[in-house]
C-alpha cells in the first residue's frame, strides 16, 4: 500500500485561456481585410470537447460582435471549430501558446471569406 496518489495527465493539451490576434483574409468578399478578435476558452473536457466566448473588435478596440464557438482539439493539438450565428469554421492547429487557423465564414455577409488566423494566449 503506497500513500502516493498518481493523478492522470490529459493527453489533450490545455485549450483553457484567453487568446487574442488576427484573422488576414486571402480569399473573398473581404480579401486583404485584418480581422481583429479574441477566443476565450471557458470549458474543456478530458476529451478534447472546447468552447470559447469570441469577440470580433473595430479598429478604436470597442467590440464589434460577440459569438460562441464550440469544437474539438485533438491529443497533437489539430483543432476544429463552428460558430453560432454566422457560420464559420476554424480548421488548425494549437502548439505551446499560440492556436493558428484557416478561418472560412460559409454563411452571412461575408460568406466565401477564408482567411489566415494567428492568435496568442495571454497569460
Known amino acids: 500500500?503506497?500513500?502516493?496518489?498518481?493523478?492522470?495527465v490529459?493527453?489533450?493539451?490545455n485549450m483553457l485561456g484567453f487568446f487574442n490576434g488576427t484573422d488576414v483574409d486571402f480569399k473573398g468578399p473581404d480579401k486583404g481585410n485584418d480581422v481583429h478578435f479574441s477566443l476565450d476558452f471557458v470549458t474543456e473536457d478530458g476529451l478534447g470537447d472546447v468552447t470559447a466566448d469570441g469577440a470580433i473588435y473595430n479598429i478604436d478596440g470597442s467590440v464589434f460582435s460577440t459569438f460562441l464557438l464550440s469544437g474539438t482539439v485533438s491529443t497533437k493539438g489539430v483543432f476544429h471549430a463552428?460558430?453560432?450565428?454566422?457560420?464559420?469554421?476554424?480548421?488548425?492547429?494549437?502548439?505551446?501558446?499560440?492556436?493558428?487557423?484557416?478561418?472560412?465564414?460559409?454563411?452571412?455577409?461575408?460568406?466565401?471569406?477564408?482567411?489566415?488566423?494567428?492568435?496568442?494566449?495571454?497569460?
Not at 10 to 13: A, K
Open 1 to 8: 500500500v503506497s500513500a502516493n496518489t498518481l493523478t492522470a
Open 10 to 13: 490529459s493527453p489533450y493539451p
Open 82 to 123: 463552428v460558430t453560432n450565428g454566422y457560420v464559420v469554421t476554424y480548421v488548425g492547429k494549437l502548439a505551446g501558446n499560440k492556436l493558428t487557423a484557416v478561418v472560412h465564414e460559409t454563411a452571412g455577409p461575408q460568406a466565401g471569406d477564408y482567411g489566415n488566423a494567428t492568435l496568442t494566449r495571454q497569460d
